[in-house]
Antibody, heavy 115, light 112 residues
């Protein structure tokens, strides 16, 4: 069974940093591109970042470019999102999503940025 | 980026009656490989989105056949033939034809 389990969310002040993790199981992680998608409270889904299967290529939404870094450890079957210089508008549930099919989503982890 | 526009924003429906949601893309979603990567997802409160339909009209295994997708090019529709209580929530269209993937703003289906 495919499972994606996010962790690392929390409450922090503007300007802070956080690293999210997404532990994958039930499939060959190294074969799949992975996304981070976020959803602010009561709002729509917004794509954040994409990494290819071996980690050699990454892309970001303009809103997070230069502040967020996506990475992966295929030996540990884990996807990461390093988040720096956090702003109030980054407050959201962050989901990891397996490839463009979007057939598999994690449960999400809540990041709250507030003073 | 491709902009996905959904209508209506909200759809109050009587149980057992049909519902229809439209999704329009800012450019054609036909990929160079000939396929159209338009999907529909359903999200219940407090839950992650769940894929219902991919490539316009293909239901994921386990999705009831009261859900159907149609459309071509830039205009797409999700239809629920007879709404059941478990169908409430927000429906999103999503395109994966051109990076980055983008989502519609969502349509809330609620029971009237």
């Amino acid at each position: 069974e495919v499972q994606l389990v996010e962790s690392g969310g929390g409450l922090l002040q503007p300007g802070g940093s956080l690293r999210l993790s997404c532990a994958a199981s039930g499939f060959t992680f190294s074969n799949h591109w992975m996304h981070w998608v976020r959803q602010a409270p009561g709002k729509e889904l917004v794509w954040v970042s994409l990494i290819n299967n071996d980690g050699s290529s990454t892309t970001y939404a303009d809103s997070v470019k230069g502040r967020f870094t996506i990475s992966r450890d295929n030996a540990k079957n884990t996807l990461y999102l390093e988040m720096n210089s956090l702003r109030a508008e980054d407050t959201a549930v962050y989901y990891c999503v397996r490839d463009n099919s979007a057939a598999y989503w994690g449960q999400g982890t809540l990041v709250t940025v507030s003073s | 980026d491709i902009v996905m526009t959904q209508t209506p924003l909200s759809s109050p429906v009587i149980l057992g009656q049909p519902a229809s949601i439209s999704c329009r893309s800012s450019q054609s979603l036909v990929h160079s490989d000939g396929r159209t990567y338009l999907s529909w997802l359903h999200q219940r409160p407090g839950q992650p989105p769940r894929l219902l339909i991919y490539e316009i009209s293909n239901r994921l295994s386990g999705v009831p056949d009261r859900f159907s997708g149609s459309g071509t090019g830039t205009d797409f529709t999700l239809k629920i033939s007879r709404v059941e209580a478990e169908d409430v929530g927000v429906y999103y269209c999503m395109q994966a034809t051109q990076a980055p993937i983008t989502f519609g703003g969502g349509t809330k289906v609620e029971i009237k």
